[in-house]
């Protein structure tokens, strides 16, 4: 019996090593769905108002094209990881990409999509000590305490 897969994707190493892990270890007739949260910081691009100091206004353009580079090295990623699991035998009709912007927040955005029937979150650990973890939070840690409904792996 298949199952519904959500991994948990951006442009990182890690989460590359997340899609590698699944399609290592889980048989090829599940359903997988690489899923990726927008940051919602275009918005800063479109933004004209007398408020805005001119320091802002002067660098706006350069953010908007640093914000430009990560969506392309988002979909690349979403390409390399489609990939990936296509070279491992997945059908190509079980592998969705989706790409959303942040409304929540990533890890309760993340939540809220696993609750659409899934059976696993499946996400690479940033590898950071545990105090930093503790002191700072990370998406990681945020998707573990806020999953009740559905089992989350890591990947390290």
Do not use: H, W
Not at 77 to 90: N, P, V
Not at 97 to 105: H, I, R, V
Not at 107 to 129: C, F, L, P, T, W
Not at 133 to 152: E, H
């Amino acid at each position: 019996m298949s199952k519904k897969i959500l991994v948990a994707i951006d442009d990182s190493e890690n989460a590359l090593r997340a899609v590698e892990f699944v399609s290592n270890s889980f048989s090829t007739d599940n359903k997988i769905t690489l899923f990726n949260v927008i940051q919602d910081t275009a918005t800063l691009c479109k933004m004209n108002s007398p408020e805005l100091t001119p320091y802002f206004t002067s660098q706006q353009s350069a953010f908007c094209l640093l914000e430009d580079k990560k969506k392309e090295l988002v979909g690349q990623a979403l390409k390399k990881a489609k990939a990936m699991l296509l070279d491992a035998g997945f059908d190509e009709n079980n592998i969705t990409t989706k790409a959303e912007f942040k409304n929540k927040g990533i890890a309760r955005d993340i939540i809220q999509e696993a609750q659409d029937g899934y059976n696993i979150i499946v996400m690479g650990k940033r590898g950071v000590s545990g105090i930093k973890d503790f002191l700072l939070g990370s998406i990681s840690q945020k998707v573990f305490n806020l999953a009740k409904d559905v089992s989350v792996l890591f990947v390290n």
